[in-house]
């Protein structure tokens, strides 16, 4: 994996877009270079944009980095922008790629959600995007974001740390720096896993009491008792079912004996309901022997019902001819009215038809004139607004005489604006109003500067004042922390002091617990004596362990607060920072704006000293006179429109007579508005009643032959039918009717007939049926016994056997249970049979690698680590010098302390703490290339960054480690990156990237070489 370029805008102290492209010169052929700059200006941000574009992560926030770490930390983007980038150009396996990752604020001042997406250069195709780029930026280098940082960003200073500490603390330096935390963890789950087990297994064991089984005895006795109550059980069955039987046959002969009584009360009904019955019977008979003359009084009735209803349809018709002559009437009455002259109903029609056509020729000669009207009142209309929309309002008044004397005086003071005005031309007057126009936008410009300057001092002056009161809250701050700091030293020894007193005072009392059990009469095991007069001696309460803890409390207390108030100094001084850099900041804009402002001041002529309400003022007369040279330039654009206005005007008064009198003589004719609705509104409804009246004349003739016709036709069958009702015995045609019933009437009887037949049948036959099975039960009562007695009989035994049975469930369900309990205790004793075979396993791996906090089998792992890494460590460490050699065996014997191995002082071995700055940072940075050639054992790595360290080294042995890095540089075609401020270093590797501060707080970047 090789970086070629990368590019950023706003990460931290680099403001502004910034590039560095490792392709082209001078850093292309150096391969070696420096990275150089102040403390703070931003080295190190170089190597946050590689690890930010690639795997949204930096080296001083150990997590992913979200606007929500952005805002609360403060940190990456930098301050008083809204955006930021980071962009790197790599090549892994032949192919280049560019990872971009950017964060920007919205409307709101919040951050966005970043944008991260992988291109692969030469297609120019996007190859993922969002949250997974990181993970296939991993895929495509072969290294996550824990070896990357290893393998390529080469931070020394841990190794220096890792170098000088004791076993335990190396070896956990050691797995923060390889990421090995998995053994640690897997120590730690054995530990976890085992005592899970083990309370498993003590549960179980607890489960395994609760569970209570009956003796083999008992058992036996329980099953003998469950067989005699079996036996009775069957005896008191057999007993009761006989019961039974005696009380069920008593009981339905009752029922059927009962059953026979309900038959004769029902027998009784029917025949109370045949007598009811008979008068319609009779009905029914008549009806089918008058029958035969139904279709003659059927043909009589229909006769008779047309002729009454023709005669309510002929009264019908007289009364429609009697109200349409009336409505007839009206009409031709209103008619009347409204020509003015008498009409008849032959000479109506054409007499409003004629009054229509004169109506609406005058109508259309005042609906002419009206409309010219409206349009030179519309024209005059949109001339006032005009004239009013140019600054000279003109209202319309419907009087012309008022509306001319208006206009005309306006038109006057126009004329004279223009004349006080002095301006002979429009151009020359554009000309004054455009001078006049810049220097009010200048003016406006330098009332804002002005207003922006102040606004800015004003906020100088109060940052100052927070710094200084931030200063003098430090003192005192530093007044109090070292008071209780030396409160804290005299506690301490006061502590030290009561701890020894009571140290002392408990190896007396420990004789106490003797004392308590010597008993009465017996010899003391000490001096034999038989009394023990001060055995029963209470204890008294110890005053010192109350006053130790008190001191101790207090002690915790005054820590605390020295503690409390190291970070409330530490908080201050972060604001002090933060407030300098931010009035450095408006110090350099206030410079700004007033070189600014005296420019500017040249142009108007004002001083720029005076205050942003004076030149307010000044701005306001501007405004003034350019208003009045707005007004002039108004007076000349509205006078065309007075023109136009006169003319529109003559002609509105000229169209406005002509409406007039068009408008009197239709008045003195007709006074409505519709002339062709209300003639339309008369004629149609007299041509509707004409044609009604023809028609009921003709309906009224044609009904009086009909019904003569039908009434010849009624005497002839109202005398057959007399005939028929004398031979029948009936005096009147009416008898004869009343003795035929209607279809449904008829229907009713027949069916109730039948019903009452069937009832007879069914009565028979069910009597019949009663008596047979009152016969048969009266044969099955053998027993005398009376039915009470049965019943109570038949409830002792049941009550008997309901005993029994409960007896029996219950000892059958106890014995049930027995046996449930004795098969889940079984089951339970398996469970833990399995549970401790595998606690066994379990305890054999805890004893060898397990442990609570996973130590033992992580610092087993970490002395095989470590004694691999020294290993690659002594290879890269007899390029740097051949004096040393790390003894490999120091990791082997668990020692606090890592040993060397001196070949200029006949191979002495001695403490790695031994060693000077210059040797211990050589020792470190072979140990830190050494790990990198660990972590990228299968990638080839083309570009390193190693970070500091360089300022312990002597001239030779800082020659010797950069000859060395060029000799790595050239063997392996590397192009490494050394991050330093040393000036020898500068000296020695000429191609460099350098930061500088600038005034702001923000640094710039520049290539030499």
């Known amino acids: 994996m090789k970086i070629l370029a990368i590019r950023f805008e706003n990460i931290h102290s680099l403001r502004g877009v910034h590039e560095i492209d490792f392709e082209k010169k001078p850093l292309n052929e150096a391969g070696l270079f420096a990275i150089t700059g102040p403390t703070g200006s931003g080295k190190s941000t170089l190597l946050d944009v590689i690890t930010l574009a690639l795997f949204n992560r930096i080296a001083r926030l150990n997590t992913a980095i979200s606007p929500t770490i952005m805002e609360d ?23 280049k790629y560019r990872s971009h990752w950017s964060v920007a604020r919205n409307r709101n001042n919040n951050l966005n959600p970043r944008k991260q997406e992988l291109i692969h250069v030469e297609s120019g195709e996007i190859i993922e995007s969002g949250t997974k780029t990181p993970d296939k930026n991993q895929e495509i280098i072969g290294l996550s974001y824990e070896q990357f940082v290893k393998a390529i960003v080469l931070a020394q200073g841990e190794f220096n740390k890792l170098l000088r500490a004791p076993r335990r603390e190396r ?41 209570q089984l009956l003796e083999e005895a008992v058992v036996n006795a329980k099953n003998e008792h469950l067989k005699v109550l079996l036996k009775n059980k069957s005896a008191f069955e057999s007993e009761l079912d006989k019961i039974k039987a005696a009380v069920t046959t008593k009981k339905n002969l009752q029922e059927k004996n009962a059953e026979k009584l309900k038959w004769e009360e029902a027998f009784k009904n029917y025949k109370s309901d045949h007598q009811v019955f008979k008068p319609y019977g009779d009905k029914l008979i008549l009806h089918e022997r008058l029958s035969k003359y139904s279709p003659t009084l059927q043909e009589f009735t229909k006769v008779t019902d047309a002729i009454h209803t023709l005669q309510l349809e002929l009264q019908q018709l007289l009364e429609d001819q009697k109200r349409e002559k009336y409505t007839q009437k009206n009409l031709l009455s209103k008619a009347s009215q409204l020509l003015k002259k008498e009409l008849t109903i032959e000479n109506s029609l054409n007499s409003l038809e004629a009054f229509r056509i004169q ?31 140019k600054g000279y309002p003109l209202q319309f008044s419907d009087s012309f005489e008022e ?261 009197s003589k239709r008045a003195s004719l007709y006074q409505g508005e519709h002339i062709s609705e209300d003639i339309l509104q008369l004629t149609q409804p007299l041509q509707k009643t004409i044609a009604t009246l023809e028609s009921l004349e003709k309906q009224i003739s044609n009904v009086q032959e009909k019904l003569d016709t ?13 005939e028929i009702a004398q031979i029948e015995g009936f005096s009147a045609i009416e008898d004869l009717q009343k003795g035929l019933l209607k279809v449904e009437h008829v229907q009713r009887i027949r069916e109730r007939k039948e019903e009452l037949q069937q009832l007879f049948i069914q009565l028979t036959e069910r009597k019949k049926s009663l008596d047979e099975q009152i016969k048969s039960l009266k044969t099955a009562d053998t027993d005398v016994r009376p039915l009470t007695v049965l019943s109570e009989k038949a409830s002792e035994l049941q009550a008997a056997l309901d005993k029994t049975n409960q007896d029996y469930g219950a000892l059958k369900q106890e014995l049930k249970k027995n046996e449930e309990v004795r098969q889940q205790r079984q089951a339970l004793l398996d469970v833990i049979a399995q549970l401790t075979k595998k606690h066994l396993l379990w305890k054999k791996m805890y004893d060898l690698i397990g442990d609570k906090n996973g130590n033992k089998f992580s610092e087993f792992v970490q002395d095989l680590t470590l004694k691999q890494l020294l290993g690659h460590t002594n290879l890269r460490l007899a390029e740097f010098t051949d004096r040393y ?18 070949h200029y002082m006949g191979q002495a071995r001695r403490s790695i703490h031994t060693l000077s700055g210059g040797e211990t940072f050589l020792v470190s940075l072979a140990m830190a290339l050494a790990l990198s050639d660990i972590a990228a054992r299968n990638i080839k790595i083309e570009s390193l960054f190693i970070d500091e360290g360089f300022g312990t080294l002597d001239p030779e042995t800082l020659d010797q480690a950069i000859s060395v890095l060029e000799k790595m540089q050239h063997e392996d075609a590397r192009s490494i990156g050394v991050i330093s401020h040393v000036d020898e270093l500068k000296k020695r590797i000429t191609t460099q990237i350098c930061l500088d501060r600038t005034s702001l707080g923000y640094s710039q970047i520049s290539i030499v070489g």
Request: charged share 30%; with cysteine; proline share 2%.
């Open 73 to 95: 930390d403060g940190g990456i983007m930098t301050r008083n922008t809204r955006s930021c980038f980071a962009e790197i150009t790599y090549a892994s396996k032949g192919q």
């Open 171 to 211: 070896n956990k330096l050691l797995e923060d720096i390889t990421g090995a935390h998995h053994y640690r963890k897997i120590g730690s789950a054995v530990f976890e896993r085992m005592s899970a087990l083990k309370r498993e297994i003590d549960l179980k064991n607890a489960t395994l009491e609760g569970y």
């Open 359 to 389: 109506i609406e020729t005058l109508l259309n000669e005042e609906k002419l004139s009206q409309n010219n009207t409206k349009i030179h009142k519309n024209q005059v209309l949109s001339h006032c607004k005009n004239i009013s929309n």
């Open 403 to 663: 509306f001319e004397k208006t206009y005309s005086a306006l038109q006057q003071q126009i004329n004279q604006t223009i004349a006080d005005s002095g301006v002979k031309t429009l151009s020359d007057l554009l000309e004054q109003i455009r001078e006049k126009r810049r220097a009010i936008e200048e003016s406006v410009a330098f009332i804002h500067k002005k207003e922006n300057l102040e606004k800015i001092t004003r906020q100088f002056d109060k940052v100052s004042e927070e710094i200084r009161e931030s200063k003098a809250k430090i003192k005192t701050y530093l007044e109090a922390k070292s008071k209780s700091e030396k409160t804290i030293l005299q506690i301490s020894e006061e502590v030290a002091t009561l701890e020894k007193e009571i140290q002392h005072q408990r190896m007396y009392q420990s004789l106490e617990a003797h004392r308590n059990d010597l008993k009465p009469d017996e010899p003391c095991p000490l001096c034999g004596a038989l009394e023990h007069p001060y055995a029963l001696e209470k204890r008294m309460e110890n005053v010192q362990e109350t006053l130790l803890t008190e001191k101790r409390n207090a002690l915790d207390t005054h820590k605390k607060l020295v503690i409390s108030l190291q970070t409330n100094m530490q908080a201050l001084e972060k604001e002090i920072n933060r407030n300098t850099n931010e009035n450095n900041e408006r110090q350099s804009e206030i410079t700004d704006l007033l070189a600014t402002l005296e420019n500017q001041s040249r142009i108007l002529g004002w001083n720029p000293q005076e205050s942003s309400e004076v030149l307010k003022n000044k701005n306001e007369k501007l405004k003034a006179s350019f208003a009045l040279l707005e007004n002039t330039k108004q007076a000349f654009e509205v006078l065309p429109e007075f023109e136009e206005l006169a003319k529109n005007f003559q002609q509105l008064k000229h169209w406005n007579e002509h409406y007039d009198k068009n408008k």
């Open 710 to 722: 039908l009434k010849e036709s009624y005497k002839i069958q109202e005398k057959k039918l007399l």
């Open 885 to 902: 050699f790390i003894d490999p065996t120091s990791a082997d014997k668990g020692s606090d302390s890592l040993f060397v191995v001196d």
